[in-house]
Nanobody, 126 residues
């Protein structure tokens, strides 16, 4: 059974950093693009970042460019989202998801991703 486990969320002050992890079990991530999505209370889900299966291509939402970095370690079967300079508006539940629909690159559309993690909560507050 394909399973993604996302972790690393927590409470952080504005300007702080967190690193989210997305670990796979039951399958290897090597052939999957991985996306991070978030959903704040009362708001629609939005794409944050994604990384291609090869790791050669990444994509970021404008709201996080220059602050967030996505990376993958296929040896550890894990994808990371390093979040720096966090803002209160980054507060949300964050989910990772996997997709084999992309031949190259990735697109931040949730409907193109299949397996989803259970989510990890990020709260940015002083």
């Amino acid at each position: 059974q394909l399973q993604l486990v996302d972790s690393g969320g927590g409470l952080v002050q504005p300007g702080g950093s967190l690193r989210l992890s997305c670990a796979a079990s039951g399958f290897t991530l090597d052939y999957y693009a991985i996306g991070w999505f978030r959903q704040a209370p009362g708001k629609e889900r939005e794409g944050v970042s994604c990384i291609s299966a090869s790791g050669a291509s990444t994509n970021y939402a404008d709201s996080v460019k220059g602050r967030f970095t996505i990376s993958r370690d296929n040896a550890k079967n894990t994808v990371y989202l390093q979040m720096n300079s966090l803002k209160p508006e980054d507060t949300a539940d964050y989910y990772c998801a996997a997709s084999r629909r992309f031949t190259r690159g990735c697109i931040l559309l949730g409907g193109l991703f299949g397996s989803w993690g259970q989510g990890t909560q990020v709260t940015v507050s002083s």
